[in-house]
């Protein structure tokens, strides 16, 4: 079973960078046909995708945040990253990551069919 | 960029029939996903491509899209599926993936 976990820092201040590791377990990153993304939701609210990435590194970024977003991968340790910069309040949310669903090497697949507990991070000095 | 418009809330008794809609410019042309989360949880996938079930997830929900408006239905609801609903696409215009703001779903 397919299995995937958030973590970094819970407590971030303002005008630094967040940063967030997923860790997957239960099966290979590196599989293909498969994309892998963040979503955040700050709290009493909506969910929000961040960004998506691709084993070989091909990105997808939501362009609201995409001046302050990296998204990478290291296949080695099965892991994926998100590195926001510039935090402020508005960026506390619950963050988590997920895998899409199959789909071709160009594009994500369908919908996010497996996702992580989900990490709270507050920005707050 | 492209937007999803849910209703914020749907009530309905026990045993009825809830309908959920996500409209969007088009969206006939787009495959749509559905999402579950109950308070404190990570969302669940529980409809993709539309009209696609995962495995596990009971035959009572289903989904459907048309015109401008995509639909999750749930049969025979339960007190179980209060939840909050998310629809979802990829907008392949952008290349992004566009979430609708969520629908309380409230079971009298």
């Known amino acids: 079973q397919l299995q995937l976990q958030e973590s970094g820092p819970g407590l971030v201040k303002p005008s630094e960078t967040l940063s967030l590791t997923c860790t997957v377990s239960?099966?290979?990153?590196?599989?293909?046909?498969?994309?892998w993304g963040w979503i955040r939701q700050p709290p009493g609210k909506g969910l929000e995708w961040i960004g998506s990435?691709?084993?070989?590194?091909?990105?997808y970024y939501n362009p609201s945040l995409k001046s302050r977003v990296t998204i990478s991968v290291d296949t080695s340790k099965n892991q994926f990253s998100l590195k926001l910069s510039s935090v402020t309040a508005a960026d506390t949310a619950v963050y988590y990551c997920?895998?899409?669903?199959?789909?071709?090497?160009?594009?994500?697949?369908?919908?996010?069919?497996?996702w992580g507990q989900g990490t709270l991070v507050t920005v707050s000095s | 960029s492209y937007v999803l418009t849910q209703p914020p809330s749907v009530s309905v008794a026990p045993g009825q029939t809830a309908r959920i809609t996500c409209g969007g410019n088009?969206?006939?042309?787009?495959?749509v996903h559905w999402y579950q989360q109950k308070p404190g949880q990570a969302p669940v996938l529980v409809v993709y491509?539309?009209?696609d079930r995962p495995s596990g997830i009971p035959e009572r929900f289903s989904g459907s899209n048309s015109g401008n408006t995509a639909t999750l239905t749930i049969s025979r609801v339960e007190a179980g599926d209060e939840a909050d609903y998310y629809c979802?696409?990829?907008?392949?215009?952008?290349?992004?993936?566009?979430f609708g703001g969520g629908t309380k779903l409230t079971v009298l």
């Open positions: 997920a895998r899409h669903g199959p789909g071709g090497v160009a594009t994500p697949g369908p919908g996010f069919d497996y």
């Open positions: 239960g099966g290979s990153i590196s599989s293909s046909s498969y994309y």
């Open positions: 990435i691709y084993y070989s590194g091909s990105t």
């Open positions: 088009n969206i006939e042309n787009k495959s």
């Open positions: 491509d539309d009209s």
């Open positions: 979802q696409v990829w907008d392949s215009s952008s290349d992004l993936v566009v």
